[in-house]
């Protein structure tokens, strides 16, 4: 079992910046993979950025040049630092990590609300 749990996130406005974290804890030996996905109101969850072991990267094309996506393996932790926001960014965010034997894991999410 991995648990996730994310901080960051909140109201910004159109043109800012925001930073997320989330921290795994558990097994997380078996962690090959973490990153993030949203879900905006009325819309299926989407991939926005995600992180392998050997620090591969693939980004969503939305938010390709204005989105970095790191992690500290040594603190089980990943960040997402998005520049740049849009009133289209408004979502919920939510944490991943996917483990072998495969399985993923969630957190609970944290709202990102852009302003205009």
């Known amino acids: 079992q991995v648990q996730l749990v994310e901080s960051g996130g909140g109201l910004v406005q159109a043109g800012g910046s925001l930073s997320l974290s989330c921290v795994a804890s558990g097994t997380t030996s078996r962690i090959t993979a973490m990153g993030w996905y949203r879900q905006a109101p009325g819309k299926q969850r989407e991939l926005v950025a995600i992180i392998d072991n050997g620090g591969s990267t693939n980004y969503a094309e939305s938010v390709k040049g204005r989105t970095t996506i790191s992690r500290d393996n040594a603190k089980n932790t990943v960040y997402l630092q998005m520049n740049s926001l849009k009133s289209e960014d408004t979502a919920v965010y939510y944490c991943?990590?996917?483990?072998?034997?495969?399985?993923?894991?969630w957190g609970q999410g944290t709202q990102v609300t852009v302003s205009s």
């Open positions: 991943v990590a996917q483990t072998l034997p495969w399985m993923e894991y």
